[in-house]
């Protein structure tokens, strides 16, 4: 999955210090990233970009001592330098980079959207000692923000629950997922999920693994749970355009995709699940 970038060392403390020319810069225009125009695409490093000044950018993080810093917004493209959709980052290799280019958007969009105290509305700034921003008129604190959200593969045999998103560009089959609302524990949003979506039950519902995605600012964390009782599915066509049970064997290859949903959905094409 794309955050296991192992031997490789994320290292999210927040430890700033003054950029290098090695080091790595991620600039972002709304949903789209600057990489290096060449094939399956690289992050830029400092040097790439020799007339942005080095107090301008924010040190973001660290994996195995390279630096991310982003980029001031409005950092323009060059000859060797263009925006591309930050979904180009899903086929970025080596790993840790395209890792790297994912988180960095999530944090990118969460300082874009700290800039005014949300109590008070004065300019926020930046805590010296952690990952924060304070205001400095009424002392409200803002930490990073990171959503909950469960994905679940619903188990009916040898069938697995497949559904397709409507209104999205991303149309391959995927496993049912939504954000954890307030005051509800992660086996609440997989019944209550499941139920919206298909109108079927579930229990038996079981841990399998987590996966921090940048991509929508979330902490996805990824249950099985089996079929319990009647199997008609009654699709919400305002979340999806399709859900259907699908056998085994039919079950797309994703093995090359780094999201947890295709991992989970090759997990049970190959019989482990
Ligand atoms: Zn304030």
């Known amino acids: ?20 020319p090695a080091d790595y810069l991620m600039a972002f225009r709304k949903n789209e990233i600057l990489l290096k125009n060449v094939e399956n695409g690289q992050l830029p490093q400092v040097a790439d970009l020799p007339d ?12 195995s001592g390279r630096g991310f810093f982003l980029a001031p917004d409005g950092t323009p493209e060059t000859d060797t330098l263009s925006y ?13 980079m395209a890792f790297a280019g994912v988180t960095a958007y999530h944090l990118a969009v969460w300082y874009g959207r700290t800039r005014f105290c949300g109590a008070c ?11 924060a921003m304070v205001c400095p008129v009424c002392g409200n604190i ?11 593969g619903v188990r009916n045999g040898e069938k697995l629950l497949l559904t397709r998103y409507a209104g999205r560009t991303f149309s391959d089959y995927a496993l049912i997922a939504g954000f954890c609302e307030i005051g509800e524990s992660l ?23 987590n996966q921090p995605w940048g ?16 199997d008609t599915i009654r699709v919400d066509h ?24 295709a991992k989970m959905m090759d997990a049970f094409r190959r019989g482990l699940i």
Not at 84 to 96: D, E, I, K, M, S
Not at 142 to 150: C, H, L, Q
Not at 240 to 255: G, I, K, M, Y
Request: with cysteine; hydrophobic share 35%.
């Open 1 to 20: 999955m794309l955050h296991n970038i192992e031997p490789e060392q994320y290292h999210c403390e927040y430890t700033p210090r003054a950029a290098a």
């Open 52 to 63: 942005v000044r080095p107090e301008a950018l924010r040190y973001l993080f660290s994996i």
């Open 84 to 96: 591309r959709h930050t979904r180009a980052l899903r086929t970025v290799t080596p790993l840790w």
């Open 121 to 131: 509305g004065h300019e926020m700034a930046h805590k010296e000692d952690e990952r």
């Open 142 to 152: 803002r930490y990073p923000d990171m959503s909950v959200a469960i994905i679940v």
């Open 187 to 209: 086996e609440d949003t997989v019944r209550r999920e499941v139920m919206e979506e298909t109108g079927v039950r579930v229990k038996n519902i079981r841990y399998y693994d």
């Open 215 to 230: 991509y929508s600012q979330s902490l996805l964390v990824g249950f099985f749970a089996d079929l319990d009782g009647d």
């Open 238 to 261: 305002n979340e999806l355009s399709e859900a259907l049970w699908v056998p085994r064997a039919e079950v797309q290859d994703r093995s090359r995709d780094v999201s947890m949903t």
